[in-house]
């Protein structure tokens, strides 16, 4: 009754799990986006979208943080306090990276989250700007109070030209926070959090471009008004072809120099106060020089000519417009643990060429591609075995190009094979060969030492005597198990009373202790009880209770107690009490037919 | 109920416990199922094995531990040989 009840509670068991698994081998993913439930009942939770569910709850309180971040930055460039805006940039970058993070582990890929993120991106990279451009300029500021004090008319020429530039780029920066506000505030009034904050700080940057202006007209007046009256010796022009410019395109800065320079004079020119050439001055002190626009973010630039740190030309600006870029990535070629990814950047007709492209594996960086002259780039993947989607991306960076993602493949990459090596010279891959056969001998090992250990273990225990009696046709018995005495049992007791009548003449207790093993052993095998001989008297007089002779057992044991324990008595009446009492039992347990 | 089948019972229960968490979390993972197969069936062939009698039916599951044992260490050795090669 109970082997079957626990068969049928194996079964019960046994077949769900068979079921659960038969429907895992069919499907190996429960829920897909693409996997329709089973019934209409049922709702698929990866097909539902990210703004519902648990996963927003995590990522709110990070969104609000993003969105207050800038505010506290910009307030504390504007009040001058670098040190306390670069501890707020710091905390904005870790900000956004444990969203980009979080956004990828919960798969968030898409929607309004995602272009949160991407606007978030840009605003972390604005402000690194305005960071570095508000900074720069406050050190202007110092460098202007000392040289008007020491009057160096060509230092404040210097500091006027390089606070426009920075002016211009400022300027920059705040049209593109507004630009991208207008997508960062829909997509989070979206999650209904608190904006307040953010349009808080679209006032104040406008404010520092406004406290930026101000400045900067001064200091141009200020310039002016103290160069005039003293006539440079050297003029330097500057004009320019073009105003508009793209990707690939040039742009030709000519001018001259008159003042009648000695020796052969190179002119510097400057785009954003950074020197991009010295071009020599021919006859004339005429100057030309074509510049390619490859490296140069979309946007409004200033260009100057300075000779020799004592003569400046005029400040021109000029624009570069942004151009869509193509990203396309070939079919993945597999290997073994690894995968070889290969494609082109394209901006329009031409090439992209020196650029970076990050290779995506289910949106995370895994390794960084550049472009050659083509524009095409290839790169050999290593990925862990499994199912993977890749995807190439290129951030534009310091080109005047937009991002481009390129298409996703999904692929899934074998897994390494031991005997396999990555190079086609050598049969075997050594230290794989090595390691592998290294953790399969230890297994092997482990596994012969198990069974050893097993063994060993039953031998050490050589003092433990008497096996499971019950069903012993089913048990392998230990091979140092000594079994009770199969010989006539009626024989061998009357052998153990004559050697009982022997021993106790000279010592009762030793010749009682006969008569009990005896019985202990006789009694055991017949009532299936295990470990005899740990039994003691009374043990053995309350398993046999339900035996007929269970009380002249019980009138034999208590006698043999008395006679083993108590105190020393040599009385032959008591030698021949427990010699009676056995024999009785004798014919009750089998051991005597007479 | 006997050992044998109070053992077998209580590695059904487990397996099937595992089975279901793996399930409700949405990683069906064989190796790892294998792995909590091989730790369950070891403990419960220590809680029932005897003092000083082995059963028949304990000497094949010893057996099949040890296999299990080695085919552990071949899992083990996949997955250095995954970290390798990252």
Request: hydrophobic content about 40%; proline content about 7%; aromatic content about 8%.
């Amino acid at each position: 009754m109970r082997r079957s009840l626990a068969i049928f509670l194996v079964l019960l068991l046994l077949v769900p799990c068979l079921v659960l698994i038969a429907m895992e081998a069919a499907s190996p993913l429960l829920y897909s986006k693409n996997s329709s439930p089973p019934t209409p009942d049922q709702v698929n939770p990866a097909s539902l979208e990210p703004l519902t569910g648990g996963k927003p709850q995590q990522i709110l309180p990070l969104m609000n943080d993003l969105l207050d971040a800038p505010g506290t930055l910009i307030l504390d460039l504007r009040s001058g306090d670098f040190e306390e805006a670069g501890r707020d940039l710091r905390e904005m970058h870790d900000l956004t990276q444990s969203l980009d993070s979080l956004v990828i582990n919960l798969d968030m890929t898409e929607g309004e989250l995602a272009e949160f993120r991407r606007a978030n991106q840009k605003n972390l990279q604005i402000l690194t700007d305005l960071f570095n451009g508000t900074e720069r300029w406050d050190e202007l500021r110092s460098l202007e109070v000392r040289f008007r004090d020491s009057d160096d008319p060509r230092a404040l020429t210097s500091i006027t030209y390089e606070g426009e530039a920075l002016r211009q780029r400022i300027r920059e920066l705040y049209q593109e926070y507004q630009e991208e506000s207008g997508i960062l505030l829909p997509a989070s009034e979206k999650f209904e959090l608190d904006t307040a904050q953010y349009e808080a700080s679209q006032a104040e940057f406008g404010e520092i471009v406004r406290e930026l202006n101000d400045e900067q007209e001064t200091r141009i007046q200020n310039l002016q008004t103290r160069t005039t009256p003293v006539e440079p010796p050297f003029r330097l022009t500057l004009e320019m072809d073009r105003k508009f410019a793209f990707y690939m395109s040039t742009i030709t800065f000519q001018g001259a120099l008159s003042g009648e320079p000695p020796g052969s004079p190179r002119i510097d020119l400057f785009i954003d106060t950074e020197k991009v050439a010295s071009v020599p001055a021919a006859g004339g002190g005429n100057y030309r020089y074509t510049y390619l626009v490859e490296r140069l973010p979309s946007g409004t630039h200033t260009v100057f000519a300075v000779y020799a740190d004592s003569a400046y030309s005029g400040i021109q600006t000029f624009r570069i417009e942004e151009m869509p870029s193509d990203l396309s990535l070939d079919p993945p070629e597999l290997g073994d643990g690894s995968v070889i990814l290969s494609g082109r950047l394209m901006a329009g007709t031409l090439p992209v060429r020196d650029a970076e492209v990050e290779i995506l594996s289910e949106g995370r960086r895994t390794s960084l591609a550049t472009t050659d002259e083509q524009g095409r780039f290839r790169i050999q993947v290593r990925l862990a075995p499994g199912p993977h989607r890749i995807q190439a991306f290129f951030d534009h960076g310091s080109f005047p190009l937009s991002s481009a993602w390129s298409g996703a493949y999904p692929i899934t990459v074998p897994g390494p094979s031991p005997f396999t090596s990555p190079e086609p010279g050598f049969p075997l891959d050594l230290p794989q060969l090595l390691s592998t056969g290294a953790v399969l001998g230890c297994a092997f090992l482990a596994a012969v030492a198990y069974l050893r250990y097993r063994r060993a273990g039953a031998r050490s225990r050589k003092g433990i005597p008497g096996p499971v009696a019950s069903g012993s046709h089913d048990l392998s018995v230990s091979p140092d198990f000594v079994p009770p005495p199969a010989t006539d049992p009626g024989a061998e007791g009357e052998a153990v009373l004559s050697r009982y009548l022997e021993i106790a003449e000279t010592d009762l207790r030793e010749a009682a202790f006969t008569l009990y093993s005896y019985l202990r052993r006789a009694l055991a095998s017949r009532l299936a009880l295990p470990h005899p001989s740990s039994l003691t008297p009374r043990e053995l007089c309350s398993r046999a209770e339900k035996m007929p002779f269970s009380s002249r057992l019980c009138v034999f044991l208590r006698k043999y107690e008395e006679v083993r324990y108590g105190e020393a008595r040599q009385k032959s009446e008591d030698a021949g009490e427990l010699a009676d009492s056995f024999y009785s039992l004798l014919k009750d347990t089998g051991g005597d037919r007479s | 109920m006997r050992k044998k089948y109070l053992g077998l019972c209580t590695l059904a229960i487990w397996l099937f416990l595992v089975l279901a968490f793996m399930i409700l979390a949405r990683t069906v993972d064989m190796e790892v199922f294998f792995v909590l197969w091989l730790i369950g069936i070891l403990i419960i062939v220590e809680l029932v094995s005897d003092l000083s009698a082995t059963p028949r039916y304990l000497r094949v599951v010893r057996m099949v531990i040890a296999a299990g044992v080695v085919l552990f260490g071949f899992i083990v050795a996949r997955k250095i040989l995954e970290i390798l090669q990252q």
